[in-house]
């Protein structure tokens, strides 16, 4: 995976207000493993922004 990416949550984030199969997009791949993922509504505005690891997601 790499910046600006698109991918699947494969987990819920519920304090974040996210399901499974929400689509979100890479904006920061960490050399040490792992992603910084934007998810954002149908207006373009932000809903979270996640440090997320390999495993919570999935390459769309």
Known sequence: ???HD???LKRDK???GLKAGDVGTIVLVYPQGGCL???V???GNTLALL???EEE???L
Request: proline share 10%.
């Open 1 to 3: 995976m790499k910046e």
């Open 6 to 8: 698109p991918v699947v």
């Open 41 to 43: 509504d149908r207006e």
């Open 14 to 16: 519920e304090a974040f």
């Open 37 to 39: 993922v934007e998810f």
């Open 51 to 53: 440090d997320l690891t």
């Open 57 to 59: 997601v999935a390459p």
